[in-house]
């Protein structure tokens, strides 16, 4: 029985443009965030999903009401992006003035790298394991939307691939990532889709 996982980052927040992370800090969408949800809501022309979860932060409920109205959905605080400690709210240029060393180490290797006050990149893996495990196993033969974050995304499809390269599975905002999962195995059937018509007949990446 295959079960189709629909991952859809939320669209751009106004940190994001200023490139300042925005882990856990409650952040909403900008403008330009609610026009891009807009527009993957026309790609989905009308298809409708079985379920519907998100995470509990402003920005992913803000595109999740964009995306699909008054439709039931569950709040899931497992989904939340990674805390990113005492980078919170910082620019690149910001923390590589205040803690330079750190900062190129944690990019260097995130599992390795420790950010104080943080989330362990560990601790944050099985988190986010943790909750979208539920999900599939509440769901199964289901086509399930997960309205969520770019490193919610990135270590799910990095553990998919066996990959330790996090940052290159972070996807666009709102984009759409498709992960199968049947017989015990999670495949990547599409990652980072952010044009043309959706379609779950998606071609395989893995």
Known sequence: MMTKLILIRHGVTQWNKQKRYCGCRD???SSHGKIQAMK??????GFEFDKIYCSDRKRALQT?????????FI??????EIDFGVFEGLRHDEILEKYPKLYKDWLADPYKGRIPEAEPMGVFKKRVHGAIRKILQANRG??????????VIGIF????LKSRSFWKFVPSP???TVVEYSKRKLSLKEFN????RFSIQSRDVS
Do not use: P
């Open 75 to 80: 709040k899931v605080k497992g989904l939340r």
């Open 174 to 176: 709102a984009s759409l």
């Open 193 to 196: 889709q952010i044009q043309g």
């Open 27 to 29: 952040v909403g969408l």
């Open 40 to 45: 993957l809501r026309n790609r989905f022309n």
């Open 142 to 151: 289901k086509t399930i939307a997960v309205v969520c974050h770019g490193g």
């Open 64 to 72: 999740r009401a964009i995306l699909f109205g008054k439709s039931d």
């Open 157 to 160: 499809v990095s553990s998919i």
